[in-house]
């Protein structure tokens, strides 16, 4: 499986895209769990709410996953839910299902530790240590190149460009994978799409035993 986050600065068109991906591939996502939550708090927040946040983040993509695993195996109803994972099919292949090619996510734990470093001067070890065993294949980094769209929940109408370069630089210095995806909708998806094709393509078949 293929576990690709998509980021990028407020206003960048990452949940646009993330969508659209999901729909072109029929594969499961996380939502981002931060407007929610913070849509209950009237906007208001301090540095222990974005402990909760990466918490119940991380949370949420665990179930998710689970929850794309499970639809995935309904896709092979000729493999049994209780079928013992030794016996083999009348070809002598055993049987199991074919890895989830792909799981998409609206934001990861490096966009919390930079909103912590913006906010708050310093990024507490707990978001830390999310951010570093929170493990993901590659980064999409949206450039915000396109209209700002207000938002009461958003907070950074003026300074897109710095933060895409704090993104930039934050995943440079992590040795994380990314690409950049810029300009409109449309070739959003061409560059991003072909970019998963090759991705999902260039991995060695892997299977899941029941």
Not at 140 to 153: F, K, Q, S, T
Request: hydrophobic share 35%.
């Amino acid at each position: 499986m293929r576990k690709i986050a998509i980021v990028g600065p407020e206003s960048s068109g990452k949940t646009t895209l993330c969508e659209a991906l999901a729909a072109y591939y029929d594969a499961p996502m996380t939502t981002e769990i931060a407007r929610g939550y913070l849509a209950e708090q009237d906007g208001k927040y301090d540095e222990q709410d974005l402990r909760i946040i990466a918490g119940v983040q991380n949370d949420v993509e665990i179930v998710e996953m689970e929850r794309g695993w499970q639809a995935h195996q309904e896709n092979f109803p000729h493999i049994g839910a209780d079928c013992d994972p030794f016996e083999s099919d009348e070809t002598g292949k055993p049987l199991v299902y074919p890895e989830m090619p792909l799981f998409l996510c609206d934001t990861d734990m490096i966009t919390i530790r930079i909103w912590s470093q913006e906010k708050f001067g310093h990024v507490h070890p707990e978001i830390e240590n999310l951010v570093q065993r929170t493990e993901y294949d590659y980064w999409v980094l949206c450039r915000p190149d396109i209209p700002w769209e207000p938002d009461p929940l958003r907070e950074n109408p003026h300074d897109r460009d710095r933060l895409f370069e704090v993104f930039e630089q934050n995943l440079r210095d992590l040795g994380r994978p990314f690409i950049v995806i810029e300009g409109s909708h449309e070739e959003r998806m061409r560059k991003a799409t072909a970019f998963i094709d090759v991705f999902i393509d260039g991995d060695p078949v892997k299977e899941r035993s029941v």
